[in-house]
T-cell receptor, first 112, second 112 residues
Framework: KQEVTQIPAALSVPEGENLVLNCSFT??????LQWFRQDPGKGLTSLLL???SQREQTSGRLNASLDKSSGRSTLYIAASQPGDSATYLC???????????WGAGTKLIIKP | NAGVTQTPKFQVLKTGQSMTLQCAQD?????MYWYRQDPGMGLRLIYY???????DKGEVPNGYNVSRLNKREFSLRLESAAPSQTSVYFC???????????FGDGTRLSIL
């Protein structure tokens, strides 16, 4: 059974720092991996989607990498800003209907 | 551009009551999903509909039923609410597995 883990559960860094969020999964047979952002009391916003055949995706200050063999993905945020404060979740697509198995998220606080 | 709309946003029920959570998307997406999110945990899939006319169980279907009314609408019904069903419920949709899922803002449900 696929399990997804995100460590740490919470992270607080000063504004301007570059940072890395981690996601690990137990079964390398995945269809894709997605990173989402969740603001308090809101739904989830998709940030990046990496297909199983890809190694990384970039969008603005965000870069996500995927290493299926080691069961790991990282989300790199460059030059962090207070507006980046949110909970970041990763989710793994596990079948042809693209059911997602989710990590519990990393709560990120960027201090001004 | 509304995206995914969920109603109601908040609801308090008594144990044993029934209710239906509504979800509608205006993006012409084929697939729709219902998740629940509990504190400290990742999202868990309740039911999904890969296409109009089909529904399938997810990870935690017990106590719930769904209806894919048409391509736009996917409802979730609690027949006899239990305190363990207190949670935040999210509806999501996607045009296909290679595209990200789009989420509604959630329904916060409390069962007393």
């Amino acid at each position: 059974k696929q399990e997804v883990t995100q460590i740490p559960a919470a992270l607080s860094v000063p504004e301007g720092e570059n940072l890395v969020l981690n996601c690990s999964f137990t079964d390398s047979a995945i269809y894709n991996l997605q990173w989402f952002r969740q603001d308090p009391g809101k739904g989830l916003t998709s940030l990046l989607l990496i297909q199983s055949s890809q190694r990384e995706q970039t969008s603005g200050r965000l870069n996500a990498s995927l290493d299926k063999s080691s069961g790991r993905s990282t989300l790199y945020i460059a030059a962090s800003q207070p507006g980046d404060s949110a909970t970041y979740l990763c989710a793994v697509g596990v079948d042809s209907n693209y059911q997602l198995i989710w990590g519990a998220g990393t709560k990120l606080i960027i201090k001004p | 551009n509304a995206g995914v709309t969920q109603t109601p946003k908040f609801q308090v029920l008594k144990t044993g009551q029934s209710m239906t959570l509504q979800c509608a998307q205006d993006m012409n997406h084929n697939s729709m999903y219902w998740y629940r999110q509990d504190p400290g945990m990742g999202l868990r899939l309740i039911y999904y509909s890969a296409s109009e006319g089909t529904t399938d169980k997810g990870e935690v279907p017990n106590g719930y039923n769904v209806s894919r009314l048409n391509k736009r609408e996917f409802s979730l019904r609690l027949e006899s609410a239990a305190p363990s069903q207190t949670s935040v419920y999210f509806c999501a949709s996607t045009s296909g597995g290679r595209r990200p899922q789009h989420f509604g803002d959630g329904t916060r449900l409390s069962i007393l």
